[in-house]
């Protein structure tokens, strides 16, 4: 999925969650997850302990152009001193843990971020080690815990697609982008008239061609069609390149052709009389 | 994020949406592509023209375990082909299109697929190549557009990010999983006498103390207190564990500690006496 955002919605500010990583292993699972987090508009990024020291040269070509998040990275020793400013902190965990705490999706999560973070208050996602996951001593310095709904024949995700799906549902609380919509590209949606048009036209040349043959079907059928048309929310120029269908079929052939053969000449007799 | 997911919601059922890779060129991708299916459910892969044949043995470690995905994915020359058993087919793409068709969000999409799923219809996922992403005359044959939002100054997710977006997405609109619920683990939520005994033995205490000297905000004092204590919502044996340290705190030292060594002593008189 190549490009640019087919949206030009402005780039979010940056109060979003902090993505605290713990222990994290691997420098190119630290690069995924600066990706990720640039993806959604996310910047601030906190290790704590990474295992092979920082900077880490293997983040970089992870991150592919997310360098401002690496660059911005802080280092701490303790997960106590990484939140200390935080006001809200969330841990990410796929293990039931024996803690009497909240477990929350990750929608309610950002949604509960969201909320607080637009109060003023600083809110943080905690990450474990890429294969053991966050202990428990960290996981009871948060509000909550939250837990990616996962199908449990196989429920392991790694670190970077956590935070992909953290980050991502953070950044849609704040998207302004309506569910749906459908580009017009410089083009002006059909009038009534414009379809009316065109159904009269098609409903001329299908009874000339014989296709209404049942009479008793004849307002069903024309009822059908219409529907299959105001279906398509046409433009006003796509009326006309349906009426230009509706023509070259008409008269490439058969009794369409043949009524239109005779117009014509017809015309060229009638001209030919003036 | 290691380990088994914490609620053991049962395996949706495979009639989730296809994905179909068009042209994907790295065997590694394929592999992650299948691996953020299978996390969500999802089984039915279709490979159109993967650039380096199939099977590719680049996908097996990337798969991470999702072998049943890599062993049932179907190999088809063309697109058509590939979507030709589908009702309702949508396009990844973030590049915008110069097409006069429905953009919709993740979600939409998501919801959108449920519907037609649960009527018995079958839903399709198109992906376009690494680099390229998807050609027009592939949009051209979708339903609609579905485009990831995304930081507009960092708007380039790859592939498998690409599919785990869809795939969670799609995994949500069937998960029967509240957004939000605290385990209990076999503990008792405390009675409304549980915490009136606490308040009691803590006011108490706390007056014995000299703590609200200030009688003009004593009851104030008390509400605060009560509200604490009330958002935790404790259980029956956090209660104890209160009392236990109301307790401690009040006879480890400073006036509670001195009534209480009077009582003592009173009780031992007491005893003495009988």
């Known amino acids: 999925m190549a490009g640019t955002n087919s949206l030009e919605n402005k780039m979010l500010h940056e109060d979003g969650p902090a993505i605290i990583l713990i222990g994290a292993q ?18 601030d990024l906190r290790l704590v302990a990474p295992r092979d020291g920082w900077p880490n040269p293997d983040a970089i070509p992870a991150a592919a152009g997310a360098d401002i998040v690496l660059d911005k990275a802080r280092v701490y020793d303790s997960t106590a001193e990484a939140i200390a400013d935080l006001n809200y902190v ?31 208050q600083k809110v943080g996602l905690l990450f474990g080690p890429e294969k053991a996951g966050l202990k428990n001593d960290d996981v009871a310095l948060c509000d909550a815990i939250v837990s990616v709904p996962l199908n449990p024949s196989f429920a392991s995700i790694n670190l970077a697609q956590a935070v992909i799906v953290m980050a991502y549902e953070w950044f849609q609380t704040g998207a302004d982008q309506p569910d749906h919509f459908t580009p017009q590209l410089g083009t ?11 159904f009269d036209h098609m409903e001329d040349e299908l009874t000339e061609a014989g296709y209404f043959r049942h009479d008793q079907r004849r307002s069903t059928m024309k009822r059908n069609l219409r529907n299959i048309f105001k279906r398509s929310e046409l433009t006003h120029e796509e009326v006309s390149t349906l009426r230009g269908v509706v023509k070259a079929l008409a008269t490439g052939g058969g009794p369409g052709w043949i009524a239109e053969k005779a117009e014509l000449a017809k015309k060229m007799k009638d001209n030919g009389r003036k």
């Open 188 to 198: 002006t949606p059909a009038s009534s008239e414009d379809l009316q048009k065109l």
């Open 26 to 43: 691997l420098g190119e699972n630290i690069g995924k997850a600066a990706r990720a987090m640039y993806n959604f508009g996310l910047t």
């Open 90 to 120: 969330y841990a990410t965990t796929a293990r039931r843990r024996d803690m009497i705490k909240t477990v929350v999706t990750p929608r309610k999560c950002a949604g509960l971020m969201r909320g607080y973070s637009d109060i003023g």
